[in-house]
């Protein structure tokens, strides 16, 4: 089975701090995302990646930035975090950008806080 | 681009009720079409996903989907809910070519009372 592993489940931090948030998949996948999910909004694309040192914007990248320096890895940095990110946040990973017919399968998901 | 539409922010049924949660896309191009769960605490799975072919796909849970294409939906149905299936349902659509970003809808939260 595929696993998509997000090293925190719960994570507090201050106002100003930097903020990384790391997931790791085990399946050789290409594809990698970030999502945020918000009540009432569902879930929002942050950013993607299709390949190692590649990254693209998605809906919202406005306050993040990723680093994607192993094809099993991709992290999401909030550079100078605020209150208003914080939300629940879920990697995703899918097979190749050719295979689009492939489902994404995601980790459990980081809860952050920002006070 | 891509856009999904479910109407149901909260759909509350009494246990071995029928169900149905709403979906309806939006797309100038061809889509594949998925229904994810969350369950509490828990990352999304997929539940269903329509590529091609027959246009009603199954669930192993009970769970079916139909596409329409002329009414550009893809209503989630379960004859007898369980208190088991409560849980988030989000609908999702990618592009069948080029890039395959899912876009999803705003979440269904399914409430199954005993």
């Known amino acids: 089975d595929v696993k998509v592993t997000q090293s925190s489940r719960y994570l507090v931090k201050r106002t100003g701090e930097k903020v990384f948030l790391e997931c790791v998949q085990d399946?050789?996948?290409?594809?990698m995302f970030w999502y945020r999910q918000d009540p009432g909004l569902g879930l929002r694309l942050i950013y993607f990646s299709y390949d190692v040192k590649m990254k693209e914007k998605g809906d919202i990248p406005e306050g993040y930035s990723v680093s994607r320096e192993k094809k099993e890895r991709f992290s999401l940095i909030l550079e100078s975090a605020s209150t208003n990110q914080t939300s629940m946040y879920l990697c995703?990973?899918?097979?190749?950008?050719?295979?689009?017919?492939?489902?994404?399968?995601f980790g459990q998901g980081t809860r952050l806080t920002v006070v | 681009a891509q856009s999904v539409t479910q109407l149901d922010s909260q759909v509350p049924v009494f246990e071995e009720a029928p169900v149905e949660l709403r979906c309806n896309y939006s797309s100038s191009v061809s889509v594949y079409l998925f229904w994810y769960v969350q369950y509490p605490n828990q990352g999304l799975q997929l539940l269903l996903k329509y590529l091609s072919g027959s246009t009603l796909v199954e669930s192993i849970n009970g769970f079916e989907a139909e596409f329409n294409k002329s009414q550009t939906s893809f209503h989630l149905r379960k004859p007898s809910v369980h208190i088991s299936d409560t849980a988030e349902y989000f609908c999702a659509v990618t592009r069948q070519t080029g890039a395959n970003n899912l876009f999803f809808g705003t979440g269904t939260r399914l409430t199954v009372i005993p």
């Open positions: 399946m050789d996948h290409e594809n």
């Open positions: 995703a990973s899918s097979l190749s950008r050719i295979r689009v017919n492939t489902e994404a399968f």
